[in-house]
């Protein structure tokens, strides 16, 4: 099969042998141009100029539009290895007015008299009008219908309002922008469709029923029309910019940051995290860990004051030991008058026209690198590696790339980071960074939201920030939990952490001097962010599969309630609530002294988490805070789910996962769940080791089906057995593969068995049926209902 880098461009047809309409002179050419079919599309010949109109995928059209028959590179937003086969479902037609072109999924319609395009879904509703002549003059210019509801193209800033929430109009640059902004050059809408432009920054202008982009990076206007729910665009704008590698398991669990740190403190509190089993994987660290500011690689290196074990690596093996990973701020500046400042002189790896300035910390002249340039990065990558990932640093917190207004300096900074990890290590990269710009999610990124300040306010914020960065692509977020700037009160410190358990990256973070650790906030407040923090511990089984999905899909583990329900009217600006993978949606506390707050559940059956109470969806419900001692969390599992949980560990894989607890609530409809695991620090998922097991269930009147199907993957995990929590009536039979299973007096005689079995009991959603069964193999089980 043949494959296609540059999708529909005059280069890629004459390699194919295809040639297109011979051009005519201008005074002969028609207005609406020759058009010509090609292999899943066609393209339309003006003269010199031509545009390809190809179906690249089932709901994915690209079009291009090359004056002249030049094409110029892609941008960064792009997957630079990406290719595509021949999509050879799609069907071309002639048609009176045009030529059409259909996949299963979607229709595009070329009509010679208006020169539209018409793009249509698989039941051919009309979703967008896109004009053809403004490509000429560098535009785009869409039409849709003006009850679509808009998304994409940005995020917020640390500090500006964000009082349009999360819909989109007006006027919008597509930029990287700073301090926890997130930017893509495209759009979406929950009516069916998305619109990615390949160009590095460019101007949209969202009307009632038009969509214009102006001002593109490149003169060959480069587009990408997505068809298909929220879920199903979001999949495909992962094939064509690129999909997320996964992080390393451990930063799925707590992260402790703090500025003003030595290696005494260090040790004294991961030593307090461990004695109150408080679960906390990794601790990241500012300018402390650095020689900041110090002749020959300053900047890179351990400072042997402060932390006098960390250049020999003997501090790395001391929290080795203790189960935490250790992340090292990193600045895209260099001190001018050292070793290293001159090397970047002499080989010209300066940002351009940038001045040297007296750096706020060290009080000495530095000068940011530009990580556009290929020579830049290649160094810059290996003297961290040298000085700073081969003593212990495995984690690279990014910050102030965001102050040259490159909308790829923080991209390629972390860039540089992570192919001189991937060609020096096995080992996961992992990162933070101050801002996003589409296609930086391949280089294992994350973001997070700035230096926000403390507060109730604070907190409420950044809620439409993270679902504002996710709606452009930004699916790994983060905060400063408890704020950066200020101290936060004890009630706040417990709601910041309640809020962050539930977030893709759990963090807390404060400026110079502030402690995030839960024992400084008083009792209470530790109380209620230890068993926040073990609750997301918990979870760990459940968030690792998503962290896979994510990898595989282009969906994370959070997304707004406008994913799963994306024409109910009352979540298409709501972030208030989210959903936490498939099957949990979370509303956290955030205003101070609340005693009652109204959650909106959508369509289906709801049960609290923490009660067991039901609700029927499709309205608010009243929840009763508990202003008193902090302790509860707004938590609904959504009917037909599956939820796997793990024993309570200190550190993710502190002990073996020999046995996994699934929380099962079945519904009427079959649902599933894609179980997942791999040895949590390589990439040798990438060749096949992890192992991937479907679990489904199903309520038929009164019996119940769980099913395990047929595992995937070559990693062999040390789990034994799945002990499975089927809520809603108690069983008076269960078979397994056809054969009746072993019944067992109650729930420790069943775990004290050693094998499969069955028992009934209760707990705070009512009746509940265990069943244990052997992991890894294929299982029909099967539960008769007690009437």
């Not at 929950?190 to 038009?210: I, P």
């Not at 979001?234 to 707590?254: E, I, Y």
Request: glycine share 10%; proline share 5%.
């Amino acid at each position: 099969m043949t494959s296609i880098i540059r999708k529909g461009s005059v280069t890629t047809l004459l390699a194919l042998g295809l040639a297109l309409a011979p051009a005519c002179p201008a005074t002969a050419q028609p207005e609406h141009g020759v058009a010509t079919v090609q292999p899943a599309g066609f393209a339309i010949t003006r003269g010199r100029d031509h545009i390809d109109v190809t179906a690249i995928a089932p709901g994915i059209v690209h079009v291009h539009y090359l004056p002249g028959g030049e094409v110029s590179p892609p941008s960064l937003v792009i997957d630079p290895h990406a290719s595509w086969p021949v999509f050879e479902q799609a069907r071309v037609a002639r048609e009176a007015a045009g030529l059409t072109v259909t996949t299963g999924q979607l229709s595009v319609r070329w009509n010679k008299g208006t020169s539209q395009l018409s793009i249509e879904d698989a039941r051919h509703k009309l979703l967008l009008k896109l004009d053809l002549a403004p490509l000429a003059q560098g535009q785009v210019s869409l039409h849709h219908a003006a009850d679509d509801a808009i998304y994409g193209l940005r995020g917020y800033n640390a500090t500006e309002k964000a009082s349009a929430g999360l819909l989109r109009s007006g006027d919008i640059v597509a930029k990287a922008g700073a301090q926890g902004h997130a930017g893509a050059p495209f759009v979406w809408s929950t009516a069916g469709y998305g619109v990615m432009v390949d160009t590095d920054g460019a101007n949209f202008v969202l009307g009632k029923q038009q969509i214009r982009v102006s001002k593109s990076s490149k003169k060959d206007l480069d587009l990408y029309v997505f068809v298909g729910k929220p879920a199903r665009i979001f999949g495909d704008l992962a094939r064509v910019s690129g999909h997320t590698p996964l992080f390393p398991k451990w930063a799925m669990g707590f992260t402790n940051s703090q500025w003003g740190i030595d290696q005494k403190e260090l040790l004294q509190i991961v030593d307090t995290y461990r004695a109150k089993h408080i679960p906390i994987d990794n601790f990241t660290l500012d300018f402390d860990w650095k020689a900041w500011g110090d002749d020959n690689y300053g900047e890179f290196r351990w400072n042997p004051v402060k932390f006098p074990a960390g250049p020999s690596g003997k501090l790395k093996r001391m929290l080795d030991a203790k189960g935490i990973q250790l992340t090292g701020i990193m600045k895209p500046r260099l001190h001018v008058d050292t070793v290293e400042g001159r090397y970047a002189t002499a080989h010209d790896l300066w940002m351009p026209g940038e001045k040297a300035s007296k750096d706020y910390f060290s009080h000495k002249l530095v000068r940011d690198l530009d990580f556009d340039k290929p020579a830049a990065r290649v160094w810059f990558g290996h003297l961290a590696m040298k000085y700073a990932f081969d003593k212990g640093i495995v984690g690279w917190w990014n910050d102030e790339a965001d102050e040259t207004g490159d909308n790829t300096q923080f991209m390629n900074m972390e860039r540089s980071l992570y192919d001189a990890q991937r060609a020096a290590s096995t080992l996961r990269v992992w990162s933070i960074n101050r801002d996003f710009y589409l296609g930086a999610q391949r280089y294992a990124y994350g973001l997070w939201s700035g230096d926000i300040a403390t507060g109730f306010d604070s907190m409420a914020a950044q809620r439409v920030r993270m679902l504002s960065a996710i709606n452009v692509g930004a699916m790994q977020w983060g905060m400063d939990g408890g704020g950066f700037k200020g101290h936060p009160s004890n009630e706040n410190y417990a709601r910041w952490i309640q809020f962050g358990a539930f977030t893709p990256i759990f963090r807390v973070h404060g400026t110079f001097d502030e402690k995030r650790q839960p024992w400084v906030y008083g009792p209470i407040a530790e109380k209620a962010a230890t068993a926040a923090i073990r609750l997301r511990y918990a979870l760990i089984p459940y968030i690792y599969s998503y962290e896979y999905q994510r990898h595989v899909s282009g969906v994370g583990l959070v997304r707004p309630l406008l994913f799963d329900w994306p024409h109910d009217p009352r979540v298409r600006n709501d972030s208030d609530a989210w959903m936490f993978g498939k099957y949990l949606l979370v509303a956290p506390v955030v205003k101070q002294g609340q005693k009652e707050k109204h959650v909106y559940l959508p369509a289906g059956e709801w049960t609290d988490w923490f009660s067991g109470k039901r609700y029927t969806g499709g309205h608010a419900i009243v929840h009763t805070v508990d202003a008193q001692d902090w302790s509860d969390i707004p938590l609904y599992i959504r009917a037909g789910a599956i939820i796997p949980m793990q024993p309570p560990m200190d550190y993710v894989g502190e002990k073996p996962l020999t046995e996994v607890t699934v929380e099962v609530f079945p519904a009427g409809s079959r649902s599933s769940f894609d179980y997942y695991d791999d040895d949590g620090r390589t990439y040798a998922y990438e060749q096949g080791s992890y192992f991937l097991q479907t679990l489904s269930t199903q309520r038929h009147g009164q019996n119940v089906q769980f099913v395990t199907d047929k595992p995937r993957g070559s990693f062999k995990p040390q789990l034994a057995f799945y002990l499975l929590k089927i809520h809603g009536s108690d069983a008076r039979a269960v078979r397994c593969n056809g054969k009746a299973l072993a019944s067992f007096r109650d729930l420790a005689a069943l775990r004290g068995g050693q094998g499969e079995g069955w028992t009934t009991g209760r707990d705070r959603f009512g009746p509940v049926t265990y069943v244990r069964v052997a992991a890894a193999q294929t299982k029909n089980i099967k539960l008769a209902l007690s009437p």
